[in-house]
T-cell receptor, first 115, second 115 residues
Framework: GNSVTQMEGPVTLSEEAFLTINCTYT??????LFWYVQYPGEGLQLLLK?????DKGSNKGFEATYRKETTSFHLEKGSVQVSDSAVYFC??????????????FGEGTQLTVNP | EAGVVQSPRYKIIEKKQPVAFWCNPI?????LYWYLQNLGQGPELLIR????????DSQLPKDRFSAERLKGVDSTLKIQPAELGDSAVYLC?????????????FGPGTRLTVL
């Protein structure tokens, strides 16, 4: 079945540091890939997505590239801010006709950015 | 535009009691999802509706869990009887369609504590 593996957290950075959160996946066919973010006390929000190999998703300074050859979708940001402190989830939606929109999530990575 | 609404936000019950969660999706979204999120983990799909029809309920524990989506809008998820292991956050999400790559919009969740 489909699965997503994220780097273990928590991650603590200083403001303006470079961020990488690793994500690899296992799936048949060509899944769509997502990064969702959960700010304290709020629901999950879509941060970015990519629907085919070599696509780059980007939003709010965050980027991730769909790498089919390495089955990866690593999240990066060049300069993090305190307001980026949240839990980040990598997810995929599959290719099957009946369950194609089901999201399979990683375990989440807690990011804390200190001033 | 109003987001996905869930109620209650918090619920504390004793084991063996019944409990129900309510979800109102974004207007016009015909696909509705219920996810279970255990502490420190990513959400896992329980059931997906396309309009009134449950099209993906393979991970719903049907001995104690039930769900309905009357008239293809609001949905209710019920647990009867609740067990200690049911303590978790129950998330509702909706999307325009149930296709791969479609963004899902999440509600804030209902945090259930079973004593």
């Amino acid at each position: 079945g489909n699965s997503v593996t994220q780097m273990e957290g928590p991650v603590t950075l200083s403001e303006e540091a470079f961020l990488t959160i690793n994500c690899t996946y296992t799936a048949t066919g060509y899944p769509s890939l997502f990064w969702y973010v959960q700010y304290p006390g709020e629901g999950l929000q879509l941060l970015l997505k990519a629907t085919k190999a070599d696509d780059k998703g980007s939003n709010k300074g965050f980027e991730a590239t769909y790498r089919k050859e390495t089955t990866s979708f690593h999240l990066e940001k060049g300069s993090v801010q305190v307001s980026d402190s949240a839990v980040y989830f990598c997810a995929l939606s599959g290719t099957a006709e009946t369950s194609g929109s089901r999201l399979t999530f990683g375990e989440g990575t807690q990011l804390t950015v200190n001033p | 535009e109003a987001g996905v609404v869930q109620s209650p936000r918090y619920k504390i019950i004793e084991k063996k009691q019944p409990v129900a969660f309510w979800c109102n999706p974004i207007s016009g979204h015909n696909t509705l999802y219920w996810y279970l999120q255990n502490l420190g983990q990513g959400p896992e799909l329980l059931i997906r509706y396309e309009n009134e029809e449950a099209v993906d309920d393979s991970q719903l524990p049907k001995d104690r869990f039930s769900a309905e989506r009357l008239k293809g809008v609001d949905s209710t998820l019920k647990i009867q009887p609740a067990e200690l292991g049911d303590s978790a956050v129950y998330l509702c999400a909706s999307s325009l369609v149930g296709q791969k790559g479609t963004e899902q919009f999440f509600g804030p969740g209902t945090r259930l504590t079973v004593l």
